[in-house]
C-alpha cells in the first residue's frame, strides 16, 4: 500500500472515531466554553447598567423528601495498545452511570485485536483502529486486562475504575 492511503485511512479512522465518540455521549454531557466573564487588561472597558434582580428557591434535601441522588453519566475514552494505554486509572462515584469507548490502536496493536475484560463487563474482539463501548454502572472498584483474542494471553498493563 501507498503511504498516502494508509496516511488517508488513518485520518479517515481518526475521523470517524471522533464522530462516533461526540454522538455517544449522553445527553447534558457539559462541552468546553471559555470564561468570558473576568475582564483582561487588553479589551477596553465599558460601563454598562445592570438591573438587580432576587430570586429566592427553597431546595428540599433529597434525604427529606426520600429521593435517592444518582450522579451523572460519565463517558470515557480508552486507547490501547499491545504494551500500554492512554488512560490508565478512572475515578467515578458510587452509583454513576459509566461508558467507556475502547480504541485498539491501528499502529500498535497486533492484527488480532484487543478484548478488554473485566469481572463487570468486556468489549469482545476490537479490531485495530477500531473501538466498542461497554456501560454499566459503578458500584465496587474493579481493574479491565486486555488480552490478545487469539490467545487469551494478558497484555501487560491494566485499567483500573476506581469506585470511591
Keep these: 500500500m501507498k503511504i498516502s492511503t494508509i496516511l488517508t485511512t488513518i485520518v479517515a479512522i481518526a475521523i470517524i472515531a471522533g464522530v462516533v465518540w461526540y454522538l455517544a455521549r449522553p445527553a447534558g454531557v457539559p462541552t468546553y466554553t471559555p470564561d468570558t466573564s473576568s475582564p483582561t487588561s487588553a479589551l477596553p472597558t465599558t460601563q454598562t447598567s445592570v438591573q438587580s434582580t432576587t430570586t429566592t428557591t427553597t431546595v428540599t434535601p433529597a434525604a427529606q423528601t426520600g429521593a435517592k441522588i444518582v450522579p451523572a453519566p460519565k463517558s470515557f475514552a480508552v486507547n490501547g495498545n499491545d504494551a500500554t494505554a492512554d488512560v490508565k486509572t478512572i475515578t467515578v462515584a458510587a452509583g454513576t452511570p459509566v461508558t467507556i469507548t475502547f480504541g485498539a490502536d491501528a499502529g500498535t496493536t497486533y492484527h488480532g485485536g484487543l478484548d478488554f475484560r473485566s469481572s ?11 473501538t466498542k463501548s461497554v456501560s ?29
Excluded: L, M
Aim: net charge positive.
Design 136 to 164: 454499566f454502572t459503578a458500584t465496587h472498584s474493579f481493574s479491565f486486562t486486555p488480552y490478545w483474542p487469539a490467545t487469551n494471553i494478558a497484555k501487560p498493563y491494566t485499567i483500573d475504575v476506581v469506585v470511591k
Design 120 to 130: 463487570i463487563v468486556s468489549t469482545g474482539t476490537i479490531a485495530p483502529g477500531s
